[in-house]
C-alpha cells in the first residue's frame, strides 16, 4: 500500500541545499569583489535568496525526520537542479550580458547539466567572478548535487540515502565502493577532485593563467565545456593545451569508481572491464575514420591537424565536452555523421559524461546478437553479461525503454525546431547535443550563429530536454505517470 510523499523530508532537505548554494556562491564573490567587479550585487541577491529561503525551511522543519523513499528520492533530484537553476542564472541576469529570463535559465541549467551549450555570445565580456561561477556550475553538476549532499550530510545516509543515489546516479547499475552511500560518495567526490588539482597545475604548467587554468579544468573534469574565452581552447593555440585536455576528457567519461580501483593498484579491473575496453575501441575506430576521411580531403596537412586536433574532437563529443573547433564544420558530412555516433554513444556510466552510456549499447548490442541466434537455435538459453555480470530481462527492458524514450524525444524537440523554419540537421544536431548534455553547436546553433538565435519557447524546452537527458529521463519523466502521485 502506498504512503503519501513525505513533502516535509523533501523541503528540509531542501533548506540543507540551499545553504550548501549559498556558501558555494561565496567563492565567485568574492573573486568579483577582489577583481573590483562591479557584478557582485547578483551575487549577493542569490545568496540572500538562499540564506532566507534554506532557513526558513530548515528551522520551521528542525524536528521532522528525515526519511526519503524512491518518490520523495525523484521529487527531490528534480527540485535541486531546478532550484538551483533558478537561482544560479541570477549573476548571468544582472551582468553585463543582461542575459533575459530564458536566456539565463538556459545558460544556468545548461551549466549544471554540464551541457555546455551557451546562450552568450561573448563570454569575454563578463567579469571574472561570473566567469568563474558559470564553470563551477558544471563542476558542481559533473558529479551530481545530490551526491555531493550525501558526501557531506550524514543524516541523508541513515534516511534515504540510496534512493537519492539512484535517481541521480547514471548507467544500468550503480556501483557502490563501500556499504554506506556516504563513504561511496566521499570516495568519488576525492577522486573527482584530485584530478581537477592535477589539471589546474598542469594548464597552469603551459599557456594559461591560473584564473584560466581553474575555468577550463573545472569544465573539462566535469565533461561540460564551457571556456572563459570566446575562441574556446582554440585561444591558446596549443599542442599542449590540446594534449593534456583530451587525456582528462577521457578520464571524465570514464566510471570514476574503475579510476579509484586503478589509483589503489587494481590494475586488472580495468583490462577486464567491458565497458571500458568497448570505450577505447570506440574512440580509436571513430578517430582512425575521420583521420581517413581528413586525409582523402586533403586537410590534414601536419601533426597537428592529422593527429591532435581530431583526436581532440573525438574525445571532445564521445565524453559529451564539447569543446568545438573551428573547422569541424569544414570537414564534410562524413565525420559529422561520425559525430553523432560519438555524441550517442557518450561516455562510461559512472562518469561525469552523458549520452546513451556505453554500458546500455553493450548490453544492446549483446541483446540483438542473442536474438539473431534465438532465431537458428530457438531452444538455446542465451544471457546478456556487462563486466561478467548478467544483465536481468526486467534490467534489460529498461535499457530498451531508456533508448526508445531517448529517440522519442530527439524527435519531438527536432519537430519543434524545424517547425520555427530550422533546417531539419541543425535542429537535429540541436536536440542531440542536448539530450546528449553534449552542447557542441553546428549550423545554426554552431558557426552560423548560436543558441542565443533560437525562440524563447525552444529554449525552455531544450532546457527540460536537458534535465531528462542529465538525470537519464525516467527520474523526470516518472513525475507524467499517475501512480506517482497516489497515495
Given at each position: 500500500m502506498?504512503?503519501?510523499i513525505?513533502?516535509?523530508?523533501?523541503?528540509?532537505?531542501?533548506?540543507?541545499?540551499?545553504?550548501?548554494?549559498?556558501?558555494?556562491?561565496?567563492?565567485?564573490?568574492?573573486?568579483?569583489?577582489?577583481?573590483?567587479?562591479?557584478?557582485?550585487p547578483?551575487?549577493?541577491?542569490?545568496?540572500?535568496?538562499?540564506?532566507?529561503?534554506?532557513?526558513?525551511?530548515s528551522r520551521?522543519?528542525?524536528?521532522?525526520?528525515?526519511?526519503?523513499?524512491?518518490?520523495e528520492?525523484?521529487?527531490?533530484?528534480?527540485?535541486?537542479?531546478?532550484?538551483?537553476?533558478a537561482?544560479?542564472?541570477?549573476?548571468?541576469m544582472?551582468?553585463?550580458?543582461?542575459?533575459?529570463?530564458?536566456?539565463?535559465?538556459?545558460?544556468?541549467?545548461?551549466?549544471?547539466?554540464?551541457?555546455g551549450?551557451?546562450?552568450?555570445?561573448?563570454?569575454?565580456?563578463?567579469?571574472?567572478?561570473?566567469?568563474?561561477?558559470?564553470?563551477?556550475?558544471?563542476?558542481?553538476?559533473g558529479?551530481?548535487?545530490?551526491?555531493?549532499?550525501?558526501?557531506?550530510?550524514?543524516?541523508?545516509?541513515?534516511?534515504?540515502?540510496?534512493?537519492?543515489?539512484?535517481?541521480?546516479?547514471?548507467?544500468?547499475?550503480?556501483?557502490?565502493?563501500?556499504?554506506?552511500?556516504?563513504?561511496?560518495?566521499?570516495?568519488?567526490?576525492?577522486?573527482?577532485?584530485?584530478?581537477?588539482?592535477?589539471?589546474?597545475?598542469?594548464?597552469?604548467a603551459?599557456?594559461?593563467?591560473?584564473?584560466?587554468?581553474?575555468?577550463?579544468?573545472?569544465?573539462?573534469?566535469?565533461?561540460?565545456?564551457?571556456?572563459?574565452?570566446?575562441?574556446?581552447?582554440?585561444?591558446?593555440?596549443?599542442?599542449?593545451?590540446?594534449?593534456?585536455?583530451?587525456?582528462?576528457?577521457?578520464?571524465?567519461?570514464?566510471?570514476?569508481?574503475?579510476?579509484?580501483?586503478?589509483?589503489?593498484?587494481?590494475?586488472?579491473?580495468?583490462?577486464?572491464?567491458?565497458?571500458?575496453?568497448?570505450?577505447?575501441?570506440?574512440?580509436?575506430?571513430?578517430?582512425?575514420?575521420?583521420?581517413?576521411?581528413?586525409?582523402?580531403?586533403?586537410?590534414?596537412?601536419?601533426?597537428?591537424?592529422?593527429?591532435?586536433?581530431?583526436?581532440?574532437?573525438?574525445?571532445?563529443?564521445?565524453?559529451?565536452?564539447?569543446?568545438?573547433?573551428?573547422?569541424?564544420?569544414?570537414?564534410?558530412?562524413?565525420?559529422?555523421?561520425?559525430?553523432?555516433?560519438?555524441?550517442?554513444?557518450?561516455?562510461?556510466?559512472?562518469?561525469?559524461?552523458?549520452?546513451?552510456?556505453?554500458?546500455?549499447?553493450l548490453?544492446?548490442?549483446?541483446?540483438?546478437?542473442?536474438?539473431i541466434?534465438?532465431?537458428l537455435?530457438?531452444?538455446?538459453?542465451?544471457?546478456?553479461?556487462?563486466?561478467?555480470?548478467?544483465?536481468?530481462?526486467?534490467?534489460?527492458?529498461?535499457?530498451?525503454?531508456?533508448?526508445?524514450?531517448?529517440?522519442?524525444?530527439?524527435?519531438?524537440?527536432?519537430?519543434?525546431?524545424?517547425?520555427?523554419?530550422?533546417?531539419?540537421v541543425?535542429?537535429?544536431?540541436?536536440?542531440?547535443?542536448?539530450?546528449?548534455?553534449?552542447?557542441?553547436?553546428y549550423?545554426?546553433?554552431?558557426?552560423?550563429?548560436?543558441?542565443?538565435?533560437?525562440?524563447?519557447?525552444?529554449?525552455?524546452?531544450?532546457?527540460?530536454?536537458?534535465?531528462?537527458?542529465?538525470?537519464?529521463?525516467?527520474?523526470?519523466?516518472?513525475?507524467?505517470?499517475?501512480?506517482?502521485?497516489?497515495?
Open positions: 502506498k504512503v503519501e513525505g513533502y516535509s523530508s523533501v523541503f528540509k532537505v531542501m533548506g540543507h541545499l540551499l545553504i550548501v548554494l549559498a556558501i558555494m556562491l561565496l567563492l565567485p564573490l568574492v573573486v568579483e569583489i577582489c577583481e573590483g567587479g562591479r557584478e557582485w547578483g551575487f549577493v541577491i542569490a545568496i540572500g535568496i538562499c540564506v532566507v529561503g534554506g532557513g526558513v525551511l520551521t522543519l528542525r524536528f521532522r525526520r528525515i526519511h526519503i523513499g524512491r518518490r528520492g525523484f521529487m527531490l533530484v528534480n527540485l535541486v537542479w531546478i532550484i538551483y537553476s537561482i544560479g542564472m541570477i549573476p548571468f544582472m551582468s553585463e550580458a543582461h542575459l533575459g529570463l530564458s536566456d539565463a535559465f538556459f545558460e544556468t541549467m545548461s551549466g549544471f547539466t554540464t551541457t551549450a551557451t546562450t552568450i555570445a561573448d563570454v569575454e565580456s563578463l567579469s571574472k567572478g561570473v566567469l568563474l561561477w558559470r564553470s563551477m556550475t558544471q563542476w558542481i553538476g558529479l551530481g548535487i545530490i551526491l555531493f549532499m550525501l558526501a557531506i550530510l550524514p543524516s541523508l545516509n541513515e534516511n534515504g540515502g540510496v534512493p537519492m543515489f539512484n535517481a541521480e546516479t547514471t548507467g544500468i547499475t550503480h556501483d557502490k565502493l563501500h556499504p554506506q552511500i556516504r563513504h561511496t560518495a566521499a570516495t568519488l567526490w576525492i577522486v573527482y577532485i584530485g584530478l581537477t588539482v592535477a589539471l589546474i597545475l598542469l594548464l597552469w603551459g599557456p594559461m593563467s591560473f584564473y584560466d587554468s581553474v575555468c577550463q579544468a573545472f569544465t573539462t573534469i566535469a565533461t561540460g565545456g564551457f571556456s572563459t574565452r570566446n575562441a574556446g581552447i582554440e585561444f591558446w593555440n596549443s599542442n599542449y593545451v590540446y594534449v593534456v585536455m583530451t587525456i582528462f576528457m577521457f578520464f571524465g567519461g570514464v566510471n570514476f569508481a574503475l579510476i579509484y580501483l586503478f589509483c589503489k593498484g587494481h590494475f586488472a579491473h580495468l583490462l577486464k572491464n567491458d565497458v571500458f575496453i568497448a570505450y577505447v575501441v570506440i574512440i580509436l575506430t571513430c578517430y582512425a575514420a575521420i583521420l581517413v576521411s581528413l586525409l582523402l580531403q586533403g586537410a590534414a596537412p601536419d601533426l597537428t591537424e592529422a593527429v591532435v586536433k581530431p583526436m581532440f574532437h573525438v574525445v571532445s563529443a564521445i565524453t559529451t565536452t564539447g569543446f568545438g573547433l573551428s573547422g569541424f564544420s569544414s570537414w564534410g558530412p562524413f565525420c559529422l555523421l561520425v559525430t553523432i555516433i560519438l555524441m550517442f554513444a557518450g561516455g562510461c556510466a559512472g562518469s561525469t559524461a552523458g549520452g546513451m552510456k556505453v554500458d546500455r549499447l548490453a544492446t548490442r549483446q541483446n540483438l546478437a542473442n536474438h541466434k534465438r532465431s537455435y530457438p531452444n538455446r538459453v542465451y544471457t546478456v553479461k556487462v563486466n561478467g555480470n548478467i544483465v536481468p530481462p526486467e534490467r534489460l527492458g529498461k535499457v530498451h525503454a531508456f533508448i526508445l524514450l531517448y529517440l522519442l524525444l530527439i524527435l519531438a524537440g527536432t519537430l519543434l525546431l524545424s517547425a520555427y523554419g530550422y533546417d531539419l541543425d535542429s537535429f544536431f540541436a536536440v542531440i547535443s542536448c539530450i546528449g548534455d553534449n552542447g557542441l553547436g549550423g545554426v546553433t554552431g558557426e552560423a550563429g548560436g543558441y542565443h538565435n533560437l525562440p524563447d519557447l525552444s529554449k525552455w524546452v531544450l532546457s527540460l530536454i536537458m534535465l531528462a537527458g542529465r538525470l537519464e529521463l525516467f527520474s523526470v519523466f516518472v513525475f507524467f505517470v499517475a501512480p506517482f502521485w497516489k497515495k
